[in-house]
């Protein structure tokens, strides 16, 4: 019983790590919103037509709008599951699953859309960047895995 009771506390503090990157994330999708789809033309000059064109694109801004979206909830159940892991319950792994999905199919999407302007270099540290902000997410199912009782 102390094994999962640690193994709860660690998936809580992991979940609280997401959680506080969820405020922070929404917030900051939040306020881009209102300008989402907007280029100034000094943005626009330096840019160039390529990249204004994508920005302004319905698919760049659907992606935009469903990712400040998925954030919000994501961070409301990172919220719930810390009530939950605050009373020893084990929380559902569902938000994890879907923050990892939505990070690779945002991936794609960039890379898709974006693909004549990334070097080698740059889907490198793109990939390894979206890799390492996983990292939370994977430790909470992970521990929570760890925290189901043996049968």
């Not at 760049?60 to 719930?80: D, E, G, K, M, N």
Request: contains cysteine.
């Amino acid at each position: 019983m102390e094994k999962r009771a640690k193994n709860l506390k660690n998936a809580k503090n992991w979940n609280m790590v997401l959680f506080i990157f969820g405020i922070i994330g929404s917030a900051i999708g939040l306020i881009s919103l209102k300008s989402v789809g907007q280029v100034s033309p000094e943005v626009a000059k330096i840019l160039g037509k390529e990249i204004t064109a994508i920005y302004k694109s319905p698919i760049y801004i659907t992606q935009q709008i469903v990712s400040v979206i998925i954030s919000v909830a994501l961070t409301v159940l990172y919220f719930l599951a810390n009530r939950k892991l605050k009373a020893g319950i084990a929380a559902p792994k569902y938000p994890y699953y879907i923050n990892i999905a939505w990070k690779a199919i945002s991936l794609v999407i960039s890379f898709s859309m974006l693909s004549s302007m990334y070097t080698s270099a740059t889907i490198i540290s793109t990939v390894a960047t979206t890799l390492i902000t996983c990292i939370p997410a994977l430790l909470v199912i992970i521990f929570l895995f760890k925290a189901e009782p043996e049968e």
